[in-house]
Each structure stands twice: as structure tokens, then as C-alpha cells.
């Protein structure tokens, strides 16, 4: 059975249309003009216990908005949504006890307070016994070094002090789900690698369903089998990473540098995607062209002067399916 | 359902205390704070004191019924301070998306907010208002029975019910619109400033509103016209008794409102 099913799903805003100076502004206390916008329009997509899924797309995809309606932050326009069984908007308190809820923006602990008294809230919030609150604690104090700022007001901790922190309280009261929301946006290479291990081990050791959106690719190819790429509020893309990789994996880049100014550079066999003065990416299907074939047609009628090829990076893939759309390529 | 409201009780009692703690980490601001309300209202004092030094009475009001009148609705608004004063700065949590935390936790939203912050900075009311209550009840000679301090009870309960719910009326405002504070200082501060004077120097329309409306006659004047013994306006002597009533069947309408707008919250972006 699954966990988290989504059916249909709607989200439609309105936003009051700005008018323009200051009669405008007197006119819209009493008349005001609305444009919707939908931010989410039939999105549907089921998650099994123990999954760990990336939920990308370029920002006002949609994504912030359909895992607000997941944690029953937003209530739907229309769609069904059922965690666990819980509608998440009409039982709003049961379903905070079964999920983990980070915003890697902002925190949820008490920005005046030594973290531990955060913990120490939620533990009274969330009621959780003393013994499991103990051996918790214990855990993540450990796996994620909390005990060197455990003592300092919140407002003072670095931003990769106060996401780890942020993490262990999202965790505390044992949530059978955890919603990360950008969890590594502005840390840097250590403090995400840190993250990503620590997501990985609470989804192996204890079982938790994850559910994050990104838009650093890294944290998807450490973390995530499964990613949904979401656009305009639809869903482009729901599967397996590897395949969307295993398409792609036909393709190469060679990247070369030319001797002297060339303009209208194109070459049989290869797409020119990006130009930079006499550096000129080249996307190449390996199977229909080897790279030496390719090198050598170029060196026929172009003189080079240094050379790369590589594997097409996972953001470049993205980029392609938001460009061209999803079918184009799988 | 009796076990859900201790719980509640449990938790918002304990949230309290963090919210002092977090407050005195700011100890100079905490001090000047109470001391910058404590004068800003002795300053208020002053001008009525000057105010009656050239007229002499006010609708028949003297100069130390005024201070009784006027203290009574600073002694209800420090209590309603220190429980509801923060849902003025409601709509920085909604600009900022910080909102968003309290709903995905299992307590009730409202409890929730309420608990965020229990302002100790209302002392300044309370010493302002106990001095001038003190000061009022010496000069005017008075000796209360037992009933006429329930009154007093009465209208300090209704009287914070009533701050209280348009505080929380105004706040809630922020779920459609994402500002409030600067209504709150357009509607709160007036409405505050009028109850510094007997009712009946204000148009009909004016008692009116206030009566009926937006209560807020409830909150000083009916009450101490019971209290100081005195005739006013249209007002049959025994409204005086009604703020305790008055008190909670507002709040309990304002809440209702809040609650309404808490479903059109709309989180922001990203």
C-alpha cells in the first residue's frame, strides 16, 4: 500500500493586480481587480513507505507549493490528498504527528533560544517520552555533532549549525515522513555532504519516507532513486533516475578551443549548445559518431587548440527537459 | 475533551517560560520598555490634568473620576498586552513564511501563536495603572462592597476580552491581505484614545458604535459609571454589569473570525 497518495491536484492563486499610482492605490481599498494563477494543476503521483524522492523543477514550478498542501500548510483547491490515511488540511495537528517538516529557509526553532530549548519545547509539543527523547537526542547529537552549539541562542548559529539543528527537530518525535524543502540550499560542499549521509541513514536505519525538493543535482544522484520533475505545475517527469541518465548516457560533450575567431561554426554529426568566444560546446550521440571521428572532421578544417569531452552534467539533462519537453528525449 | 485543554494549558504555561527567558536575554530593552510605558501614560495623565486645571470638570467628570475612568482601561489593556500584543506583528510571520510552523504541529494554531510570546513588557501598564487606581480610589474617598469589586474584576476580565479580540480581529485581517499592522495603529490607537474621556462628550453615533459595534464602552466607562456612582448619557446603570458577558461573547465572534482566516492563509512563496 502506499503512503502518501496524491490525486489530481489543484492549487489556484489569487493575486491582487497592482494599480498604478496613488489613485490606483485608493481604488483598490475598495475595488480590486484578481488574476489566478495556478501553481499546481493536476498533479498526481503515489509514494511508497520507505522512498526517498526527489521533487525538482526551476523555481515557481510549483514544488513549495504542492509539499505546503502535503504538510496541510495549504489547503487545495480541488484533488485529494491522503497521507497515511489523514487528509493532511482537515486533520492538520494528527498529521504533524506523523511528519518531519524542514524549510531549509527558514527555521522552525525558537530564533531567541539556546537550541536545546527548542528541542525541549517540541519534546513537550510533540509529548514525547523522556526515553525515546533521551535516546533520540543521543542519536542525532552524535551523528550530526550538535553538542558544540547546543548552548548558543539560535540567532547565532551558522547557517550549517542551524540547518542541523533544524533537522534533528524535524526528527524528534519520530515522524514516519520527513518533507525537506531545500534542505542544503547556501551550505557549503562539507556541511552537504553531512546532510545528505545523515538523510540517507535515518531513511535506512530507521525506515523514513523522504520527500525533498532541490535544486542542487548532487543531492538527487547521492540521495534520490526516484525523482518527479515537476513544470508549470505539472508533472514532466516520474521514474527511475537512471533511466532519464541512460538516455542521456548516449550523448557526450566535447568541448574544444580554437585557434583564432570563428564564427558560424557548425559540424556534421554534433549540436553546437553554448558558444564562447573560441570555446564552442558540441553534443554528440555516440553512437552515430565516435570522438575521434568527430575530432577529425573538425581538425580538417579547423585548427585546435585544446580539447575536453565529457559526460553531460544531470543540471544539463534538466535544462533539456524543461526546454524541450520530456518525450523529446526519453 | 477536559484532558485536551489541561494538555494545552500544560503546553502554553511552558511555552511561556521560554518566551520570558527569551525576553530577558534583552534585559536594557526590556527595562526601558517598561519604563517608556509606565511614563508615556503618567504623560497622558499630566494633559488632563492641565485639561481640567482650565475647565474645571468634563461632563461632570472631576478630575480624579477622569484618572479612574482613563486607568481602568490602561489596568485591562496591560493584561491584554501581555497575552495578545504580538498578534499585531501577525502579518511579519505571514510576510515571512514563519507562519507556515504552526500548522504542522499538533497543537491548535491559535494556542499556538498566543504562546509564542507573553509580553512582560506590560508591567509599565500595571504600575501606571495600579498607582492611579490606588491614587483614585484615596482622593474620591471610597470604601467598596464586595460586589462593586467583582465589578471591577468583571470589567478588567470583559475589558481585556475585548482589547484582545480586536487585536486579534485586526491581525487576522493579514491572512487576506499579508498587512495589518498599520490598521492596527489606524483602529487600535483612536479607539484607545476615545475611551480616555467620558463617552458622553461624543456624538450619538460615535456612543453608538462603540456600544454596539466595537464594544468598547464596555471595557471603562459603563463600568465606572456603576462604580463612581454616576449618570451618563443614555445608560441605565446596570450595563456596568454586563462586561463580563459582553467580554467573551466578542473575543469568542473575533476567534471565530481568525479561525475563518486561517483558511485562506496562503504561505509565502517558496
Known amino acids: ?330 | 475533551m477536559p484532558q485536551i485543554w489541561l494538555r494545552n494549558i500544560r503546553m502554553y504555561l511552558y511555552m511561556v517560560g521560554a518566551s520570558i527567558r527569551a525576553q530577558m536575554q534583552y534585559r536594557y530593552a526590556f527595562v526601558m520598555n517598561i519604563l517608556g510605558w509606565a511614563m508615556t501614560y503618567a504623560g497622558t495623565a499630566i494633559t488632563m490634568w492641565v485639561l481640567l486645571y482650565s475647565f474645571g470638570a468634563i461632563e461632570g467628570w472631576t478630575f480624579w473620576e477622569l484618572i479612574f475612568l482613563f486607568a481602568l482601561a490602561v489596568l485591562s489593556w496591560g493584561v491584554c498586552m501581555v497575552f495578545f500584543f504580538h498578534f499585531r506583528g501577525l502579518d511579519q510571520y505571514i510576510v515571512n513564511g514563519t507562519f507556515d510552523r504552526f500548522l504542522v504541529r499538533p497543537m491548535h494554531p491559535f494556542f499556538h501563536f498566543m504562546a509564542m510570546k507573553f509580553d512582560v513588557g506590560a508591567f509599565g501598564q500595571f504600575l501606571f495603572s495600579t498607582i492611579a487606581v490606588a491614587l483614585a480610589y484615596h482622593h474620591l474617598q471610597m470604601h467598596w462592597p464586595l460586589w462593586k469589586w467583582l465589578v471591577f474584576g468583571g470589567a478588567v476580565v470583559g475589558g481585556t476580552l475585548i482589547q484582545g479580540g480586536l487585536l486579534i480581529l485586526i491581525s487576522a485581517i493579514a491572512f487576506w491581505t499579508t498587512r495589518s499592522e498599520r490598521l492596527y495603529w489606524a483602529v487600535m490607537w483612536p479607539a484607545k484614545s476615545l475611551m480616555n474621556y467620558p463617552l458622553t462628550i461624543y456624538p450619538p453615533g460615535v456612543q453608538w458604535v462603540v456600544t454596539f459595534i466595537l464594544p468598547f464602552a464596555f471595557v471603562n466607562y459603563l463600568p465606572s459609571l456603576l462604580l463612581l456612582d454616576k449618570t451618563g448619557g443614555g445608560y441605565a446603570p446596570y450595563w456596568g454589569f454586563l462586561s463580563p458577558v459582553v467580554g467573551p461573547i466578542f473575543f469568542w465572534l473575533c476567534l471565530r473570525f481568525w479561525m475563518h482566516g486561517l483558511n485562506h492563509y496562503k504561505s509565502a512563496g517558496s
Open chain 1, 1 to 330: 500500500m502506499s503512503l502518501i497518495e496524491v490525486k489530481h491536484l489543484y492549487k489556484q492563486y489569487d493575486v491582487a493586480k497592482r494599480q498604478e499610482g496613488m489613485w490606483g492605490a485608493v481604488r483598490s481599498l475598495f475595488h480590486r481587480e484578481y488574476l489566478s494563477k495556478m501553481a499546481v494543476q493536476d498533479i498526481s503521483f503515489t509514494i511508497k513507505a520507505g522512498e526517498v524522492v526527489g521533487y525538482i523543477g526551476p523555481n515557481g514550478a510549483g514544488k513549495s507549493t504542492t509539499i505546503k498542501m502535503l504538510t496541510g500548510i495549504l489547503v487545495p483547491t480541488s484533488g485529494d490528498i491522503l497521507i497515511n490515511g489523514i487528509v493532511p488540511y482537515k486533520e492538520r495537528q494528527k498529521n504533524a504527528r506523523q511528519i518531519g517538516v524542514v524549510f531549509g529557509q527558514r527555521t522552525q526553532l525558537w530564533w531567541d533560544l539556546p537550541a536545546i530549548e527548542s528541542f525541549e519545547l517540541l519534546k513537550q509539543v510533540f509529548q514525547i517520552p523522556q526515553q525515546r527523547y533521551r535516546k533520540n537526542m543521543d542519536t542525532f547529537a552524535e551523528i550530526l555533532g550538535l553538542g558544540e552549539f547546543m548552548q548558543t541562542p539560535v540567532r547565532q548559529l551558522s547557517l550549517g549549525q542551524r540547518m542541523r539543528a533544524d533537522i534533528a527537530a524535524s526528527l524528534l518525535h519520530d515522524p514516519s515522513i520527513l518533507f525537506l524543502d531545500e534542505p542544503t540550499i547556501g551550505l557549503d560542499v562539507v556541511a552537504k555532504e553531512r546532510m545528505r549521509t545523515f538523510i540517507k541513514e535515518i531513511n535506512q536505519e530507521r525506515g523514513v519516507t523522504v520527500i525533498l525538493t532541490t535544486h542542487d543535482m548532487s543531492d538527487i544522484e547521492k540521495l534520490c532513486r526516484r525523482m518527479i520533475l515537476i513544470d508549470k505545475g505539472q508533472v514532466m517527469y516520474d521514474g527511475e533516475l537512471a533511466k532519464i541518465k541512460e538516455k542521456f548516457g548516449q550523448h557526450r560533450l566535447l568541448i574544444i578551443d580554437l585557434e583564432g575567431e570563428e564564427s558560424g561554426f557548425s559540424m556534421a554529426g554534433a549540436e553546437v549548445i553554448r558558444e564562447e568566444g573560441n570555446r564552442k560546446w558540441l553534443r554528440f550521440n555516440r553512437r552515430q559518431i565516435s570522438a575521434s571521428q568527430l575530432i577529425n572532421q573538425i581538425s580538417e578544417r579547423y585548427e585546435i587548440k585544446d580539447l575536453a569531452i565529457s559526460d553531460p552534467e544531470i543540471d544539463e539533462m534538466i535544462r533539456q527537459i524543461y526546454e524541450k519537453g520530456i518525450d523529446q528525449i526519453v
